[in-house]
């Protein structure tokens, strides 16, 4: 089982819609989570940190759940530029280390 | 802040060939640095940890005399691919953490070098 599973998409969406993503991890002791974004032939860039209590960023909200191990990003009122790949990311034991998921392709269309 | 850069960005070299990739921290000091490889339609893999002043720690499976990291300064640490072959063909990433805004744990990426070995 990998560590981080990602469903890889493509999420093929229109302008203004809501998208969801999910994301499961292996380790029950993981203690970081984040979520990145990569553009084509680009590095990783964060998008945000998900906390236990759940997190929000403008149209972005993060939600961890830690009985079932997944974290899950809800993209809201999707826009052209928001066309990237998204990884799921997990810090397992609690060092500087980070484990990255495959990452799940979003396209959002006119 | 809390910019690294990578050079080069793109890089073509014979198979036999040695090449050398540097990653800097621009405006902090990187106590650690981090070497990832990407495949295309893969993830990020951790290749290699290293911290300023001290050898690096690998990733099972990962050659250590093939790939040299050196991390002598807390803003420059290198990565050298040596005698390259087409399947070290990939995307280098590097990543950088330390002092950047207080935050000792984020980690900062590079904008990648892309090597093609023919």
């Known amino acids: 089982r990998k560590e981080v599973e990602q469903d890889p998409g493509p999420f093929n969406v229109p302008e203004g819609a809501t998208v969801a993503f999910n994301c499961t991890y292996s380790n029950s002791a993981s203690q970081s989570f984040f979520w990145y974004r990569q553009d084509c032939r680009k590095e990783p860039k964060l998008l945000m940190s998900?906390?236990?209590s759940g997190n929000e960023d403008g149209r972005f909200t993060a939600q961890l759940n830690r009985a079932s191990q997944y974290i899950s990003l809800l993209i809201r009122d999707s826009k052209l530029s928001d066309s990237a790949t998204y990884l799921c990311?997990?810090?397992?034991?609690?060092?500087?280390?980070?484990?990255f998921g495959t990452g799940t392709r979003l396209q959002v269309f006119p | 802040g809390a910019v690294v850069s990578q050079h080069p960005s793109r890089v073509i070299c014979k198979s036999g060939t040695s090449v050398k990739i540097e990653c800097r921290s621009l405006d902090f000091q990187a106590t650690t640095m981090f070497w990832y490889r990407q495949f295309p339609k893969q993830s990020l893999m951790l290749m290699a940890t290293?911290?300023?002043?001290?050898?690096?720690?690998?990733e099972q499976g990962v050659e250590k005399d093939k790939f040299l990291i050196n991390h002598a300064s807390l803003t420059l640490s290198t990565l050298t691919v040596t005698s390259a072959h087409p399947e070290d063909s990939s995307f280098y990433i590097c990543?950088?953490?330390?002092?950047?805004?207080?935050?000792?744990?984020?980690?900062?990426f590079g904008p990648g070098t892309r090597l093609t070995v023919l």
């Open positions: 990543s950088a953490s330390g002092s950047a805004g207080g935050d000792t744990d984020t980690q900062y």
């Open positions: 990311v997990v810090n397992p034991y609690n060092t500087d280390k980070l484990i």
């Open positions: 998900v906390y236990s």
């Open positions: 290293s911290n300023e002043g001290s050898k690096a720690t690998y």
